[in-house]
């Protein structure tokens, strides 16, 4: 079974910058994808960005392409989520997530998740 660790959250002023980290353990995998998704109060989860874990291939939310970045450390088991310019609106908790199949949503079908990171951005 694959456990997720989130690290890298905590509080910054807006157009700032944060990475987050996940680190994957137990019985890892070489394919699927990982992907971060948040959570703001009182709003659903939603997606945020994945990485293909073979090919590298990424996919991001509209409204953080260009300011965040996804990559992935193979060797380490571990992907990465650079964020710069952050608004307020980014506030919200953030979690890693993973799953092996490879099919082409990259934005849903993950079975395994991290336990979350606050990210908070001051106006």
């Known amino acids: 079974q694959v456990q997720l660790v989130e690290s890298g959250g905590g509080l910054v002023q807006a157009g700032g910058s944060l990475r987050l980290s996940c680190a994957a353990s137990g019985r890892t995998f070489s394919s699927g994808a990982m992907a971060w998704f948040r959570q703001a109060p009182g709003q659903e989860r939603e997606f945020v960005a994945a990485i293909r874990w073979r090919s590298g291939s990424t996919y991001y939310l509209d409204a953080v392409k260009g300011r965040f970045t996804i990559a992935r450390d193979n060797a380490k088991n571990t992907v990465y989520l650079q964020m710069n310019s952050l608004k307020p609106a980014d506030t919200a908790v953030y979690y890693c997530?993973?799953?092996?199949?490879?099919?082409?949503?990259?934005?849903?079908?993950?079975?395994?998740w991290g336990q979350g990171t606050q990210v908070t951005v001051s106006s």
């Open positions: 997530a993973a799953r092996r199949d490879n099919s082409p949503d990259l934005s849903r079908g993950y079975d395994v």
